[in-house]
């Protein structure tokens, strides 16, 4: 379940994403049209994760971001924003592919064991204002692999509507479109040593 107040924020989300994709060589550029967000649950309850998937000229891009109430020690290069919550006081935005929480996140979520959160409403006051599902739906495709790998994420998404491959993946789905948003990158093969061959002269 994701908390959602219907709070101040400073400065806002449109404008520290805007900023931040202003700042990305993939980030294009104009004015940002949000499509739609989605969101995971830290089972601790400390650190929010969002999903942005936004229109910007002619690209879809996707962002991923985790909200903090204290640094995050050593992601000072993937700090987002400092913002003012009306409710929640000082926040820090983070890109969530350089938070250890934000992956583990997307690990348990490409596992299986967790999936994305309902928004519930609040006012400023706590009092419930009721609840709605994500503009953004989340699926899980692809073969669970031997070797778990390492999660990347898919900042431009070119491929709509197309949900091929093999690979473990979060695609998500929105009106009449669809691309995957992360995916796993499978884990290394080891390298063996090859046996030297050691030949004798007769």
Known sequence: MATVYTAELNPSKKEFVTA??????????????????YRFDDSSGEVGFEGFVMKREDKILHLPVTYRGAPLDGAEDYLIAETQ????????????????????MLNQALAGEIQQAEYHFYNEDGQYLGSEDS???????????????????????NHLDEDGGELRRLVGRWEDASATLFELTPAPEPQTAPIPVVSKDK
């Open 20 to 37: 931040w994709l202003d700042k990305q060589f993939w980030g294009g550029s104009g004015e940002v049209e949000l499509i739609g967000t």
């Open 135 to 157: 503009a953004i739906s989340i699926y899980i495709r692809g073969e669970l692999p031997d070797d778990w790998g390492t999660v990347s994420v898919h900042h431009v998404l």
């Open 85 to 104: 919550h009306s409710v929640l006081g000082d926040r820090w935005v983070y890109d969530a592919m350089a938070d250890p929480v934000g992956i583990h």
